[in-house]
């Protein structure tokens, strides 16, 4: 079975990589602290916890740097749901992505949404009188995850999913669905800086579809730099980012035939969603949306 594991790891696509990470990571922790409660020092390890979870204190993050990374991939020990549904939702969104923009493009934008969720939530927590005096620590991987489901949404508002005794809905309405519910939650009083920071990873999601489909892309240059250093580790040739600029007359380029036939895509997606496409026609909506 790890064995298993370790091919998935090493051989599967990004999102699998991402869930295997998450998952293996609750699963050490839950043992360590099944393991700290037997010998009387739970609480000693919930301390040590805490300085892998994202602090509401500008000071104290300041000394503890890593957690903007760490909080992302950590889920509290008795959240068995709270990883579930956040894995599936990863998965449901991610492979939905993945069909419209560069698998690559997946992890930084998940660490992006994690990063912009939390340093939301701690601006918010230090400039509003009603959460003064409170210290509460972020966990957990909504607000990375959010910005994958905003992004999809935003770049498919009319991507069909099929849900269980609901049926067929849009998944401009989930994404809706899931930012309103958060506004409530803020506005209820539970989990505020959970809330605070899914609003922020959402919000990152859709600002990086809409730069995206503008013609700016906001991790090529990083990705540039990462592709250089490792190739300087393999001895490899480096890579040379060039960054394309936007054209002006993009639509130009895509022919009466081009456009009747990707409206007749776009009609069948609304009506039966992005499966029912063969693979021609999958292939055929990708190659244009790149082109544009």
Do not use: C
Not at 207 to 212: M, V
Request: hydrophobic share 50%; net charge positive.
């Amino acid at each position: 079975m790890l064995e298993e594991i370790r091919n998935s790891f090493r051989n599967g696509n990004i999102l699998q990589r991402i869930i295997i990470l998450n998952v293996g990571l609750f699963v050490v922790q839950s043992i360590i602290f099944l393991l700290f409660t037997v010998g009387g020092g739970r609480d000693t390890f919930s301390n040590i916890l805490s300085y892998l979870y994202f602090p509401e204190s500008p000071a104290l993050l300041l000394r503890r740097p890593w957690t903007l990374f760490t909080y992302q991939f950590l889920h509290d020990p008795f959240g068995i749901f709270h990883i579930l549904f956040n894995m599936l939702y990863l998965w449901w969104f991610g492979r939905i992505a993945v069909e419209f923009i560069r698998e690559r493009y997946i992890l930084p934008l998940y660490l992006t949404g994690g990063i912009v969720g939390a340093l939301f939530f701690m601006l918010i927590y230090n400039l509003s009188p009603e959460f003064q005096g409170s210290s509460p620590l972020l966990v957990g991987a909504s607000a990375s995850i959010l910005a994958i489901v905003a992004a999809a949404a935003t770049i498919v508002p009319d991507y069909t999913v099929h849900l269980i005794l609901i049926g067929p809905v849009r998944l401009k309405w989930i994404a809706l669905i899931a930012v309103l519910l958060d506004i409530v939650g803020i506005t209820a009083g539970g989990n505020v800086g959970g809330h605070l920071a899914h609003l922020g990873g959402a919000l990152t999601g859709f600002l990086f579809i809409r730069s995206y489909q503008s013609g700016w892309n906001w991790f090529d240059g990083w990705l540039a730099v990462w592709d250089n250093l490792m190739a300087r580790f393999r001895n490899e040739p480096r890579v040379v980012y060039v960054r394309k600029e936007k054209k002006t007359t993009t639509r130009a380029t895509v022919t009466e035939d081009q456009q009747e036939k990707m409206d007749a895509i776009l009609d069948k997606i609304s009506r039966s969603g992005y499966d029912s496409l063969s693979k021609e026609e999958k292939t055929f909506l990708f190659r244009i949306s790149n082109e544009k």
